[in-house]
């Protein structure tokens, strides 16, 4: 494959292959665990091998070997939110990675891996010759964490967690969650930001676009979800 491939679609299913994209400086690799669908990802810079680990959800031997697609060791493991599901295989990962770990500083003290590194709004992580931007989104949890690629022959790339889907943001509907916070910052630091053609990759399920969801911002803040 080469670089600017248009073979990805980013829709797998659980035990199934990876999908990969190929970028001029990186690959991004996606696949998907458990029967929630948890999605892991793997970005590559294509230079260096260095590699990024995002949510080490389940199955700690299948995200090892998917580690492997690539270049077979992974330096930083981030992990977008402090629920459950996205962080059962934390441990195993990066016990055997020894990789360093990012969380968001609100989420940090949750998490059953104390995170190396405490993530704060406009912070970034470099992988490589790649650089992650760091974007805070409190609402579905105090501390949850998108990472954005600004790919310099190419188009923005988020990775959301579960802070936003494809229809809507992630789920405010728990005791501590709030859809006012989780809706501003989206709307402020997300659709304010970065323009229509940026690809995003959520926690569960199918990738779409900034400009495939813009038009359904006020659809979502009338319904409340």
Known sequence: ????????????????????????????????????????YLITCRATGEQLLIDA?????????FIAE???AAS??????????????????????AATTYAGEEDADALPVAPGVRLRQGDTITVGEVTLDVIHLRGH?????????????GITHLFTGDSLFPGGVGNTKLPGQSFESLYADVTERIF?????DTWFYPGHGNDS?????????EEWRARGW
Do not use: F
Request: glycine residues 10%; without cysteine; hydrophobic residues 35%.
């Open 57 to 65: 959800a389940d199955d700690a031997d299948r995200i090892m070997s």
């Open 141 to 153: 949890t105090p501390g949850g964490v998108a990472l954005a690629y600004a790919d310099p022959g």
């Open 70 to 72: 690539g270049t077979g």
């Open 209 to 217: 676009t900034i400009g495939a969801e813009r038009p359904h911002l």
């Open 1 to 40: 494959m080469t670089p600017g491939s248009t073979d990805y679609t980013g829709v797998v299913d659980p035990g199934g292959p990876s999908d990969v994209r190929e970028l001029d400086r990186a690959t991004i690799r996606k696949m998907s665990v458990s029967p929630m669908h948890n999605n892991v």
């Open 192 to 196: 304010d930001v970065y323009p229509d």
């Open 76 to 97: 930083h493991l981030v992990t977008t939110h402090q629920h459950w599901d996205h962080v059962r295989a934390l441990e195993d990962v990066a016990r055997a990675t």
